[in-house]
């Protein structure tokens, strides 16, 4: 039998309604992509790994050209918006982003409608397609940019050293609160019923995530990555360090902070 809560004998008030209202949607998009076929699903994440790298890109470009000339708040306030191009590229582009679904597909297994099983498989299937992405793309992004003369290399240092310069501890605390963040993103674009609603949720809640310098597993993925294959004081150990904690973070940010505690308050009928 279904988890889904019977509606009350009393008139719903017009906030639980609509809350009801999207976990409904919520939970039937993740439903869908839980039963999506594997091909369709890792290509689909593939491509959100690769779009998402054009905010870091655009971020190194921006430090390149500006980086000397604007003043500090300026600039990261600039690095900021270009962050968030990417996160907008992918979620209008309706791609696999693994954030998203530490949300999403948790609350059909909420629900009792999805096993764990199923929703083991997901989670693999898009977070490895997102991290293939991304390694393709910084691979592009590194060759391409300094030889175009579009973006140094030390722009691309600069990004993923201010990722991993941070204690173990503070690394994965802040990524708790950045996939609390991607949580809210995918409970947010569901109530919104048009795309430049959609478009200011995106970039609300990226450009915060943008601001604060919180890590992101798949876009830190790219940035990371790039530093990695530019800069010699960067190893593979601070790579995983910071994937491995940012990812766990991320997942812990999504299904505990918004997924468990929007459900339960909606079937629970909180006003």
Known sequence: MSGEPSHAEEPATTAQTSSKTILSRQIEEGLNELTRPRTGLFLS????GLDIGFGPLLMA?????????WSEPLLHLALANAYAVGFIFVVLGRSELFTEHTTLAVLPVLNRDATLAQLGRLWGIVYAGNIIG?????AIAVTAAPSYGIADASAFAEISVKLTEHSTWGLFTAAILAGWLMG??????????????????????TVTIGMAGLPHSIAGNVEVLAGLFLVPELGVFDYLHFLVLATVGNAIGGAVFVSLLKYGHVVRGAK
């Not at 994440?45 to 959100?48: E, P, R």
């Not at 991304?134 to 910084?138: D, E, L, W």
């Not at 109530?191 to 995106?202: C, H, L, Y």
Request: hydrophobic share 70%; aromatic share 12%.
């Open 134 to 138: 991304g390694i393709i793309f910084a």
């Open 61 to 69: 470009v921006i430090l390149t050209m500006a980086g000397d000339v």
């Open 184 to 205: 809210l993103l995918s409970w947010l674009v569901a109530a919104a019923q048009e795309t430049i609603s959609r478009v200011f949720f995106v970039w609300l809640v």
């Open 45 to 48: 994440a593939l491509s959100a």
